[in-house]
């Protein structure tokens, strides 16, 4: 399965507006903990994969999962093989890759105001230390692709963004090199 998302910085406010305009469905707010690691064999950032823990809270009650996500495919939109599995334990599951040698490398924290929009997945992401951004994403078999990158295109306009301003690189990455930036 593919992941098929396009991320870009907008208001909060102006795609609220869009979101109940085009009756998009509230799916409540969660806060994610994600901590990503690298290998001891190879450097995820040379390879274009990543490998997470995320801690999940919402109302009370924290869950975690184990997301492996491979090289970005084509030249439009953040498309990408995914795996993930939920987790008893994440403490364990960190605990498990320390042991294995795999690195942590940063923590990224984000607030998450989650909408359902057709068969798409708006999501309005607070991220500590980078700002605000608006996630549209489906899910697509490989023969599906090229279709799901245009509807995902599409959505992302009709709340009155520009798919031309997608950012492609994960939070991650704007939060090290905002990190690399810093005196």
């Given at each position: 399965m593919y992941e098929v998302e396009m991320k870009v910085r907008a208001d909060h406010g102006r795609v609220r507006d869009a979101l109940r305009e085009l009756g998009a469905s509230a799916r409540g707010a969660i806060t994610q903990r994600d901590t990503y690691y690298d290998a001891p064999t190879r450097d995820f950032a040379e390879t274009d994969e990543a490998l997470r823990v995320r801690r999940e809270e919402?109302?009370?009650?924290?869950?975690?999962?184990?997301?492996?996500?491979?090289?970005?495919?084509g030249e439009t939109s953040k498309t990408r093989e995914e795996y993930e599995t939920d987790l008893g334990d994440g403490d364990a599951a960190a605990a498990i890759l320390d042991s294995l040698g795999f690195v942590p490398v940063e923590t990224v924290e984000k607030v998450r105001e989650r909408f359902s929009l057709a068969e798409y997945a708006v999501t309005l992401d607070s991220v500590a230390g980078?700002?605000?951004?608006?996630?549209?994403?489906?899910?697509?078999?490989?023969?599906?692709?090229?279709?799901?990158?245009e509807g995902v295109a599409r959505t992302v306009e009709s709340l009155g963004l520009d798919p031309d301003e997608e950012i492609r690189v994960s939070y991650l990455e704007l939060l090290l090199e905002r990190d690399r930036d810093r005196p």
């Open positions: 919402r109302g009370g009650t924290e869950r975690a999962r184990l997301t492996y996500k491979g090289p970005l495919i980078v700002g605000e951004f608006v996630e549209v994403e489906t899910e697509a078999s490989e023969g599906d692709v090229d279709a799901a990158r």
